[in-house]
């Protein structure tokens, strides 16, 4: 493997037969950073060979979904570039010529047998596999006169072209992460690389094609792929590309967050989170699943933790832009084992980027879920959602969270907690709270740093319980006893409105016995 002098070229290479899962995302966003941080390319490729699990709306779907969380792509379907088509369905005339190369070789040779007679040599040979050991008493082009093959063909009977693996051979697989595992040949089968009815190669022979013919460095997949990395090695040895061929790395499974096992979508249905970036409508079904975007992530948040689940900087610096971390990622800090999904992490994340979002850029996220909830956006200034949203931030996990702390900035309370009437309206407090009205009604200024001493002076002059006068007063205005620092809520109601519900509250809350 000589890739040093080479330029760095990695692929995503999803295959569209659903909505990309999380960990689909995770693969994406390694091969990313480390193309980034290389100065190198990021391929898309699509990888459709298997018409049986095509699925509509699935390629979309992946665009989407990088685009959204700041994925770049150089090369691919929608982009373009030197070594297109960049989907597999549109390279058959490509894949041809290398299965024609394999069996010109004598690497591969083309199989009759039916499923039938597969399903009764399965039957009658405990764990069999098609290799050395039984190829030899198989319907294939070693064991059938020549003139029967091309007769077989020209008649038009279903074939397929199988790999020919030598037995007795040790098989070096090199992976940065894993380090290098020796296996023996003959643990594999030879494996289906083309097949005559749909007249198109198996994922095997069109990714290794693909990945020489797309110059690719680096294979950066799922450890479910390392089973296949094997067959992979000896593809590139058959077409004589092992000098040229790709350094492996096989990323860590992303584990149940409860416990052994690989994560799966009933654990985000299960435990209520998300294994999807985007909400996914199934075409057939017509099943939701929901997605990071439409659960209200923010797509930082989402690169960030993701980058985190198999990987580590090093030392233990959490919060990392894409910046950041294009510069630290790293294969040597990649763990070998499984990263348990820690689903509650990601809410974190969430609300840490929403605290360090831009005050402005997150009232922009907040108008829609007012619009929601039927406030008119068009009656509150910019200035006054992106204030309000200052006020209240530091207590939400989500853009969402925001209408239950912050609602009574854009509607007045209708209501007020029984338990906080029952604690805080006591028989004197309509009288008090009309003085207070009164006395803010006429103040020369009502700027909040001016009314809390002005305030705090008369409730002690008066002798009143500060606690009583103070939670009452809020009560008027929040319907509720929370909510952000008093003569903050009072500085963005404004004089009428502040003037206006603690009367409304005088006139609405019954005092408690
Ligand atoms: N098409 C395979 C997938 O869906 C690609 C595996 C690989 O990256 O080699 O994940």
């Not at 009759?112 to 009764?120: G, R, V």
């Not at 009658?124 to 198989?138: H, K, L, V, W």
């Not at 931030?393 to 969402?400: L, W």
């Not at 103070?470 to 319907?479: E, I, P, Q, S």
Request: aromatic share 10%; charged share 25%.
């Amino acid at each position: 493997m000589s890739t040093d002098n080479r330029e760095v070229r990695v692929r995503f290479a999803p295959s569209p037969t659903g909505p990309l899962h999380i960990g689909g995302v995770r693969t994406a966003l390694y091969n990313y950073l480390f193309a980034r941080q290389h100065g190198g390319k990021m391929i898309l490729r699509i990888e459709d060979t298997d018409s049986q699990r095509f699925v509509p709306g699935a390629e979309d779907y992946i665009n989407e979904a990088l685009a959204w969380l700041g994925i770049g792509i150089d090369e691919g379907v929608r982009e373009g570039g030197p070594y297109g088509p960049y989907k597999q369905s549109e390279r058959r005339d490509i894949y041809r010529r290398y299965v024609k190369q394999l069996l010109d070789s004598g690497k591969a040779y083309i199989a009759f047998d039916t499923p039938e007679e597969l399903e009764a040599k399965r039957n009658e040979i405990p764990n069999f596999q098609y290799d050395a050991s039984t190829r030899g008493s198989m319907r294939n082009s070693l064991t059938l006169p020549r003139e029967e093959v091309e007769r077989l063909i020209a008649d038009g009977h279903k074939y397929v072209v199988r790999f020919l693996v030598e037995p007795g051979r040790d098989v070096e697989v090199n992976d940065l992460i894993r380090g290098k595992v020796t296996i023996k040949s003959d643990i594999l089968d030879d494996k289906v690389l083309y097949k005559s009815a749909d007249d198109l190669p198996t994922y095997h022979l069109a990714n290794i094609v693909d990945d020489h013919l797309m110059l690719v460095t680096h294979v950066i997949r799922g450890e479910e792929w390392l089973p296949s990395a094997p067959l992979h090695v000896l593809l590139y040895e058959a077409f004589g590309w092992a000098d040229t061929a790709p350094a492996f790395v096989h990323l860590p499974l992303l584990l149940k967050p409860d416990g052994k096992g690989k994560l799966s979508k009933r654990d985000g249905d299960r435990l209520g989170f998300p294994v999807f970036p985007l909400e996914w409508h199934d075409p057939k079904s017509g099943a939701i699943s929901s997605g990071y975007r439409e659960s209200g992530y923010l797509p930082e948040a989402v690169v960030n933790f993701l980058a985190l689940l198999g990987w580590n900087p090093g030392d233990d610096t959490e919060v990392m832009d894409m910046d950041e971390l294009i510069a630290k990622f790293s294969f040597e800090h990649c763990s070998k084992s499984g990263a348990k999904f820690a689903f509650e992490k990601g809410k974190w994340f969430n609300h840490t980027y929403l605290q360090n979002l831009d005050n402005a850029r997150l009232a922009q996220l907040f108008r829609p879920v007012l619009a929601e909830h039927g406030v008119d956006n068009s009656k509150f200034s910019d200035d006054y959602v992106a204030a309000v949203v200052g006020l209240v931030k530091s207590r939400i996990n989500f853009v969402r969270d925001l209408w239950d702390n912050a609602r009574f900035f854009f509607v007045a309370p209708e209501e007020y907690d029984p338990k906080a009437v029952k604690k805080r309206w006591s028989a004197d407090m309509p009288a008090i709270m009309t003085e207070l009205a009164d006395m803010l009604a006429s103040t020369p200024d009502f700027d909040g740093k001016v009314l809390e001493p002005i305030v705090m002076q008369w409730i002690a002059d008066k002798g009143y319980h500060l606690g009583n006068v103070m939670n009452a007063f809020r009560l008027t205005a929040v319907g509720e006893c929370k909510g952000p620092h008093m003569f903050d809520i009072t500085d963005l109601l404004g004089r009428d409105e502040t003037v206006a519900r603690l009367r409304a509250g005088v006139q609405r809350i019954q005092p408690a016995e």
